[in-house]
C-alpha cells in the first residue's frame, strides 16, 4: 500500500494523484501501485509542491518494512538512526527566539 499526505499543492498534481489512487480525505491519498508508477507520481509531486509539502509512505524490505520520502518545508524530517527511520523535529523561528533570549 502507497500513502501520499500533501499541504498546499496545484490542482493539476491533485488530478493526477486522484487517476491513480484513492482520496479518502482532502489530501491524502492511498492505494497499490507498482514501483515504477509510484516514482513517477512521486517525482511530479515533488517538482511542483512549491510552498506546500508532501510525505510519501510505501512498503520496503527495511527492518520497519515501510520507507518514507518527503519534499518541500516541514517541521518535522526522516532521518536515518543505524537502518530506522525517525522523525526529528527541527526548530521554529519562535523555538529558536525563546533559547536565545
Given at each position: 500500500?502507497?500513502?501520499?499526505?500533501?499541504?498546499?499543492?496545484p490542482?493539476?498534481?491533485?488530478?493526477?494523484?486522484?487517476?491513480?489512487?484513492?482520496?479518502?480525505m482532502?489530501?491524502?491519498?492511498?492505494?497499490?501501485?507498482?514501483?515504477?508508477?509510484?516514482?513517477?507520481?512521486?517525482?511530479?509531486?515533488?517538482?511542483?509542491?512549491?510552498?506546500?509539502?508532501?510525505?510519501?509512505?510505501?512498503?520496503?524490505?527495511?527492518?520497519?518494512?515501510?520507507?518514507?520520502?518527503?519534499?518541500?518545508?516541514?517541521?518535522?524530517?526522516?532521518?536515518?538512526?543505524?537502518?530506522?527511520?525517525?522523525?526529528?523535529?527541527?526548530?521554529?523561528?519562535?523555538?529558536?527566539?525563546?533559547?536565545?533570549?
Amino acid at each position: 500500500m502507497t500513502v501520499i499526505a500533501t499541504t498546499a499543492i496545484p490542482d493539476n498534481v491533485r488530478g493526477a494523484l486522484s487517476r491513480w489512487l484513492t482520496e479518502p480525505m482532502p489530501g491524502l491519498y492511498v492505494g497499490t501501485l507498482s514501483a515504477k508508477v509510484r516514482d513517477e507520481l512521486w517525482g511530479v509531486v515533488a517538482k511542483s509542491v512549491g510552498d506546500g509539502a508532501a510525505v510519501l509512505a510505501f512498503p520496503d524490505s527495511s527492518e520497519q518494512r515501510f520507507a518514507i520520502r518527503t519534499a518541500g518545508q516541514r517541521r518535522r524530517a526522516p532521518i536515518d538512526f543505524d537502518g530506522l527511520t525517525l522523525i526529528a523535529f527541527n526548530p521554529t523561528e519562535t523555538d529558536i527566539e525563546t533559547v536565545t533570549v
